[in-house]
C-alpha cells in the first residue's frame, strides 16, 4: 500500500508526464490503468496503452506510459553503463 501512494503522489507531482518501469507485464499494466484514474482526459489521451505488447521508446511528449525492464545492461548500450 506505501509503494502505491508514492506512484500516485509522484504521478501527481509531475501532473501525470511518467513512466511504469518493470518487467511483469501484468503489474506494469495494472499499476498504469490505478494511475490513469488520476489523470484528466487529455492526459489520458496522451498515454499509451498498457496493453501493448512492444512499447515503443520513451517519448517525453506522452503523459503516462510503460518501459520495458532491461535486465542485462549490455542490452541497455554503452550510454547506461557508468563507472
Known amino acids: 500500500m506505501q509503494f502505491l501512494s508514492k506512484a ?43 496493453r501493448q505488447k512492444h512499447p515503443p521508446p520513451f517519448s517525453p511528449y506522452l503523459c503516462l506510459q510503460q518501459l520495458k525492464r532491461v535486465r542485462d545492461m549490455r542490452l541497455a548500450g554503452k550510454d547506461a553503463i557508468t563507472k
Open 8 to 50: 500516485v503522489t509522484a504521478c501527481l507531482m509531475c501532473k501525470g508526464q511518467c513512466a511504469v518501469v518493470g518487467s511483469e507485464r501484468s503489474e506494469v499494466h495494472r499499476l498504469m490503468l490505478t494511475l490513469s484514474l488520476f489523470l484528466d482526459e487529455g492526459q489520458r489521451l496522451l498515454s499509451l496503452s498498457p
